[in-house]
């Protein structure tokens, strides 16, 4: 998939990086990323990224791991095999509470985990990095290029207290 | 210890910051520092000490597998197991690695949830002690079962009998709790531990180093949508692995609780479970970062603040287990109940394995008392003398509660006394050999500390900046 052409401008304080982000979101511009190698406090707000799916994914998933759980008991003790235990009820809900618990807790971590993987377009191999530097200590904000408003850009960045600038056009 | 008399970076002064709160790392340190030294011993050579360390724990590994071939020759008999006292030392095992396993969740998701920054340099590490413990722990009861080569009955699945496990036994919900505990934690640890990994593979210098780690790193860039997700998704994780801790120790709780044997049948079994849990578990992760951070070098991440936190949570719940300790003899004697006076005052008290309960009651309840004071707290080799006491203690509460109130049954025809055997013995210590051993690779193979947290709470990424960061001591002296 061709993706498009990006300006990486590099802070040296991810606090100037913020300001810019801030401002250039402010200014218009779309589709806004960057790159740190630790989440900087805030900065979502600050490129306008939208809410993650991934809690709501994994809370439908423990609801239905609850359901899963329970029914999966009471169909096991209704149907699958009925032992009765001195005339105790079959669906003696208060048993299943634990398990139906445990199974909910299973389902919603399997889910975040994927879904992490998944939002983040993680894979095993076959990836191609822009700077090794990301996950030491350097951070870098994105622009999205464009061929009429690259100068813009450019000057944008630099005003802005960014020391290096460069164009990627695959990554 | 060595370390004893070394020069500590935070002796008394503890670093603020302008807004006068506290600082867990050196203002010092910058981006690059801190990744340097937290992977210094993944990338140096392999000191004398660790291949030691190593050694030893597979000599103890070695007795595990002696003693699992032996009991798959000799069956069940070659333990000391009798009738009435069916549960012996596995079963105190289980409890005891199950509770050494709490802490890591405590630090990792309920301090998470509380936005305590001294947990980011320890959570790594207790966390994969949860991990090993939670490995140990699930041995016993497959190993107790007697018959090892069936266990796989304990999970449902359809089979040709139409033969179904039963939901309404306090010991299937282990099964449950148990095995979900382990695959959220590992999955929990796991994402903590990608960004780390990619950290190592950008700085690989041999291939191979950088296909595993890139390979376990999952391709990771560090872009800010990415961070965007993963950090919900970590916080995701930690709202469910903090009830889920509580539930583990309670189900465990539920295995005596549930039944009717005098000293068992008790409600304050789960909530003093879980503080027991917590208890130990956070005396074991004391003993093995405070030789953990002098051997890599980790004095930076781990001050001795974390080290005097780690020591009020321990006299917190030391102080709750000594309740419980007293609300069940307090309850024997306000319910006029006579098996369960008895069990209490006589079996517990004097009877013959008041041994157990009295070194239990000295290791758990007198030895933290110390704790009290900050000087004691912040003392290195004192704090570690404390914690082992604390890990032998909790040993003897499990022992204590599985063999006392078995060993008085009701008939008196039936009492009997529990000798375990050297096999038992050779188990237990095999379990330590698997837990060490696989923390000692763990130190060579994952960063101890997490390095992506750590700069989350860096008082100044860029490095040294006195002007903006004071110390306690420096803002004292320009008051004056």
Not at chain 2, 19 to 30: H, I, M
Not at chain 2, 260 to 265: A, D, F, K, Q, S
């Given at each position: 998939m061709a993706k498009q052409p990006i300006l990486l401008g590099y802070f040296e304080d991810p606090h100037d990086l913020m300001v810019a982000g801030d401002k250039a979101r402010r200014m218009g511009y779309d589709n806004l990323d960057a790159y740190m190698p630790y989440p900087i406090h805030g900065i979502d707000e600050t490129l306008g990224l939208k809410k993650s799916w991934v809690p709501a994914m994994a809370k439908t998933m423990l609801v239905i791991g609850a359901i899963v759980g329970f029914a999966f008991q009471t169909w096991v003790h209704t149907t699958g095999w009925q032992?009765?235990?001195?005339?105790?009820?079959?669906?003696?809900?208060?048993?299943?509470?634990?398990?139906?618990?445990?199974?909910?807790?299973?389902?919603?971590?399997?889910?975040?985990?994927?879904?992490?993987?998944?939002?983040?377009?993680?894979?095993?191999?076959?990836?191609?990095?822009?700077?090794?530097?990301?996950?030491?200590d350097k951070l870098a904000l994105v622009i999205p290029y464009e061929e009429e408003r690259s100068e813009q850009i450019i000057n944008f960045l630099k005003e802005n207290g960014s020391y290096e600038i460069i164009k990627v056009d695959d990554y | 210890m060595a370390h004893h008399g070394h020069v500590e970076k935070f002796p008394e002064d503890v670093y603020v910051?302008?807004?006068?709160?506290?600082?867990?790392?050196?203002?010092?340190?910058?981006?690059t520092d801190v990744t340097d030294k937290i992977v210094a011993p993944l990338e140096g050579k392999i000191g004398i000490g660790w291949w030691a360390g190593l050694l030893i724990s597979l000599g103890m590994l070695s007795m595990l597998a002696f003693s699992l071939v032996t009991q798959l020759i000799n069956g069940y008999g070659q333990t000391g197991i009798n009738n009435p006292v069916g549960w012996g030392v596995y079963i105190t095992d289980f409890v005891f690695w199950v509770g050494i396993g709490h802490a890591g969740t405590l630090i990792s998701a309920i301090l998470f949830i509380f936005r305590q920054k001294w947990r980011n340099s320890i959570n790594r590490s207790?966390?994969?002690?949860?991990?090993?413990?939670?490995?140990?722990?699930?041995?016993?009861?497959?190993?107790?079962?007697?018959r090892i080569w069936v266990d796989f009955w304990l999970v449902p699945?359809?089979?040709?009998?139409?033969?179904?496990?039963?939901?309404?036994?306090?010991?299937?919900?282990?099964?449950?709790?148990?095995?979900?505990?382990?695959?959220?934690?590992?999955?929990?640890?796991?994402?903590?531990?990608?960004?780390?990994?990619?950290t190592l593979r950008d700085r690989a210098k041999t291939k191979i180093r950088r296909f595993i780690y890139g390979y376990l790193s999952?391709?990771?860039?560090?872009?800010?949508?990415?961070?965007?997700?993963y950090e919900a998704g970590y916080a995701q994780f930690a709202w469910i692995a903090a009830?889920?801790?509580?539930?583990?120790?309670?189900?465990?709780?539920?295995?005596?609780?549930?039944?009717?044997?005098?000293?068992?049948?008790?409600?304050?079994?789960?909530?003093?479970?879980?503080?027991?849990?917590?208890?130990?578990?956070?005396?074991?992760?004391?003993?093995?970062?405070?030789?953990?951070?002098?051997?890599?070098?980790?004095?930076?991440?781990?001050?001795?603040?974390?080290?005097?936190?780690?020591?009020?949570?321990?006299?917190?719940?030391?102080?709750?287990?000594?309740?419980?300790y007293i609300m069940e003899f307090f309850m024997a004697w306000f319910s006029q109940e006579q098996y369960e006076s008895f069990v209490f005052f006589q079996t517990r008290f004097q009877g013959p394995y008041a041994w157990a309960f009295w070194t239990m009651v000295f290791c758990n309840i007198v030895s933290p008392l110390p704790l009290w004071f900050k000087s004691i707290r912040r003392n290195l080799l004192i704090s570690w003398i404390i914690s082992i006491f604390i890990?032998?203690?909790?040993?003897?509460?499990?022992?204590?509660?599985?063999?006392?109130?078995?060993?008085r049954d009701f008939l008196p025809s039936a009492w009997d006394y529990y000798v375990p055997?050297?096999?038992?013995?050779?188990?237990?210590?095999?379990?330590?050999?698997?837990?060490?051993?696989?923390?000692?690779?763990?130190?060579?193979?994952?960063?101890?500390?997490?390095?992506?947290?750590m700069k989350a709470i860096l008082p100044s990424p860029l490095g040294n900046r006195p002007k903006k960061y004071k110390t306690a001591k420096t803002e004292a002296e320009e008051a004056q």
């Open positions: 032992i009765d235990i001195g005339g105790r009820p079959l669906i003696a809900w208060p048993a299943f509470i634990p398990i139906t618990f445990e199974s909910a807790v299973f389902f919603a971590g399997w889910t975040t985990i994927i879904s992490v993987v998944i939002a983040t377009r993680m894979k095993p191999a076959g990836h191609k990095f822009i700077d090794r530097g990301f996950t030491d | 910051d302008d807004q006068g709160r506290e600082q867990f790392v050196s203002p010092d340190l910058s981006m207790a966390e994969a002690m949860t991990i090993y413990a939670v490995m140990c722990a699930g041995l016993f009861p497959l190993i107790h079962t007697g699945y359809p089979n040709a009998r139409e033969l179904w496990v039963n939901f309404r036994s306090p010991l299937l919900w282990d099964v449950f709790a148990v095995s979900t505990y382990f695959t959220v934690s590992t999955l929990f640890w796991y994402q903590g531990l990608i960004p780390d990994l990619a999952l391709g990771w860039r560090g872009s800010a949508r990415d961070w965007h997700h009830p889920l801790v509580l539930s583990v120790h309670s189900i465990v709780s539920f295995d005596f609780a549930v039944s009717l044997i005098p000293g068992w049948h008790t409600t304050i079994f789960p909530p003093y479970f879980v503080a027991g849990a917590i208890f130990s578990g956070f005396a074991m992760v004391q003993t093995l970062l405070i030789i953990t951070r002098w051997a890599l070098k980790l004095e930076d991440f781990i001050t001795l603040n974390h080290i005097e936190l780690m020591n009020k949570v321990i006299l917190l719940t030391s102080s709750m287990v000594g309740y419980a890990n032998i203690g909790m040993w003897f509460e499990r022992f204590n509660i599985t063999v006392t109130s078995l060993h055997t050297l096999y038992e013995w050779l188990t237990t210590i095999g379990s330590f050999g698997l837990f060490f051993t696989l923390f000692f690779i763990f130190l060579r193979v994952f960063p101890v500390v997490s390095i992506a947290e």
